[in-house]
């Protein structure tokens, strides 16, 4: 991009998003010595008619600007920090975190009364998980209206007296310059704000240019202290629909975090508080990292490490059934495939006639989509299925991935793995299509071709060790974990290199390869699992820790 290009920023089209866009490009334009110009992009989370609570739509407004980003329609995009999903972006970098505005939330009452003051079975708009959670622990009475649209429509609400109060953040009533309507400033010990409320995150294609200019903006304290708060939602792998705060402050020295969990009718809470320097950033989510750990159950144990680069949810709720916390830290990155032979071979076979697809990942869809493009592929499946060819996933979040394209699941197994896959898939099935990543074990194409089946695959996506150092391993090294559990020997590759050795303790694996490859680089094999499934594999964990 030459010098004298105007400075691109993409933004949503609220008021706020617009505001917000507009002081940081006013500050990059002041550093940069360039004018700024700002796109508007239309998201998915514009729609003011759908809730957000619906499960699977985490970063509703970040995906659509994330897209032009990557696309070069933009440079520089500008988000509220508390709406990014919690796992990076590849190709995408975090440039800077700005001076974070007040992270508290507010009420905002028609007749100017407080939270202590409002009358008994008063509603109260609002249509965050967290906040209503915490709403209620205080006041039971209290009736919670989900509401929608933006800032000022869920205001007037209020004021036009459809609820008695709504609860929003300070910050963005505060950039739009409307604090005269706010009744109560309430207590974020009380009402844990979410993680990295009231802070901007803004983000640039890794590798440009604009990333050392974007960095002058960035603030040391916000930064350290939104660190700190947003590795709770790595570490308990939450989505928008989790009832989670986190709340962290620093004065210089000391970094206290208090971080609140409610899960169903359970309620848990956890005070950390560490000595450290403005500039340690990976100490400070490594104990953002301790904190998720402690919420999910805490036990006389150590927690385990989860080793993966996603779908770690299953795993995680089957070791806090049996009382065991658990971290979850990505040693892998899955993305697209940088050619797309395979791909369009797929897409040809899948035209002239399968009779099975097999798909094991959620990676596999949308990259084979981005690869040959989402209407094809579309109107290819739509096109199969109507001759018959049927579908099989692993997982229902994979399933949702081939939903999206309008057709049907056929099968998901109740083990959710490929020897789950293998046992369910009828005999003689004829041919299938399996598009899948570059290093996928044999175990699925091989075990299907062994009962008969013509196997076509394909890769559609790669998966690689993550570039940066991942949080947990500053916890392995001081002893804050207590078992590993890697399912794949790709994951006890990415330990091992990034760890520099194999960290000496208890590991648990999914199966035999998977132990043969742990074995071999020096990690101690402490039990294999009788399957791959999450039950088992929590099982084999319970007793390893407990012997």
């Known amino acids: 991009m030459h010098a004298a290009n105007p400075i691109r920023l993409g933004t949503r089209a609220s008021l706020l998003a617009r505001t917000q866009s507009a002081t940081v490009g006013d500050a990059l334009a002041d550093i940069a010595g360039r004018k700024w110009e700002e796109i508007l992009i239309r998201t998915p989370g514009d729609d003011t008619t759908t809730s957000l609570n619906q499960p699977g739509n985490p970063g509703l407004f ?47 009452c028609r007749d100017g009364l407080t939270f202590a003051t409002l009358p008994q ?48 953040a300070y910050a963005g009533i505060a950039r739009l310059g409307r604090t005269e309507l706010i009744s109560d400033m309430l207590d974020p010990l009380e009402v844990v704000p979410a993680p990295a409320q009231g802070a901007l995150a803004i983000e640039c294609r890794t590798g440009d240019e604009l990333a050392t200019l974007i960095a002058q903006l960035q603030d040391p304290v916000s930064r350290i202290t939104t660190a700190a708060e947003r590795e709770v939602l790595v570490g308990i792998n939450a989505e928008c629909t989790t009832a989670i705060g986190a709340y962290a402050t620093f004065d210089g020295t000391q970094l206290v975090l208090t971080a609140e969990l409610f899960d169903r009718e359970e309620r848990s809470r956890v005070h950390l ?6 500039n340690d950033v990976m100490q400070a989510r490594a104990m953002g990292l301790r904190a998720a750990a402690e919420l999910l159950r805490p036990s006389e144990h150590k927690p385990v490490l989860l080793v993966r680069a996603s779908d770690n949810e299953a795993d995680a709720a089957a070791l806090k059934s049996l009382g065991i916390s658990s971290i979850t830290d990505s040693y892998l990155q899955m993305t697209q495939s940088q050619s797309n032979v395979d791909a369009i071979r797929m897409l040809e076979q899948l035209k002239s006639g399968v009779d099975w697809c097999v798909v094991t990942s959620q990676m596999a869809i949308p990259s084979w989509a981005n690869l040959v493009g989402r209407t094809e592929l579309e109107a290819a499946f739509k096109d199969a299925t109507q001759r018959g060819m049927k579908i099989a996933v692993v997982g229902a979040k994979t399933a949702e991935t081939v939903q999206a394209l309008g057709v049907a699941v056929d099968l998901i197994p109740r083990e959710p793995s490929a020897a789950g896959l293998i046992k369910e898939m009828p005999l003689g099935v004829g041919s299938i299509l399996f598009p899948h990543g570059s290093i996928a074990m044999r175990a699925l194409p091989d075990g299907l071709s062994a009962s008969g089946a013509t196997v076509h695959e394909g890769v559609v996506y790669e998966t690689t060790v993550v570039e940066h150092d991942p949080v947990s391993l500053l916890l392995l090294k001081q002893g804050h974990v207590g078992a590993l559990i890697l399912r794949s020997p790709s994951a006890a590759r990415a330990m ?52």
Not at 69 to 94: M, N, Q, R, W, Y
Not at 131 to 143: F, K, S, T, V, Y
């Open 62 to 108: 970040v995906s659509t600007l994330r897209r032009a980003l990557l696309a070069g329609e933009v440079d520089v995009i500008v988000h509220s920090f508390k709406d990014l999903p919690s796992a990076p972006e590849p190709g995408i970098t975090l440039a800077a975190v700005p001076l974070r505005e007040d992270p508290r939330d507010v009420l905002v």
């Open 121 to 168: 079975g008063a509603k109260v708009g609002t249509s965050s998980p967290r906040r209503a959670a915490m709403l209620l622990a205080q006041r039971p009475d209290l009736i919670i209206e989900p509401i929608r649209g933006n800032i000022d429509t869920r205001m007037r609400k209020a004021m036009d007296g459809e609820v008695d109060a709504v609860v929003l």
């Open 273 to 278: 508080r560490e000595t450290l320097s403005v």
């Open 496 to 547: 091992h290199q990034k760890f520099g050795s194999a960290p000496q303790i208890p590991v648990v694996v999914s199966g035999p390869t998977t132990a043969g490859a742990a074995t071999q680089l020096g990690f101690m094999v402490a039990a294999i699992s009788d399957s791959p499934a999450a039950d088992d594999m929590a099982a084999a964990v319970h007793q390893v820790l407990n012997f």
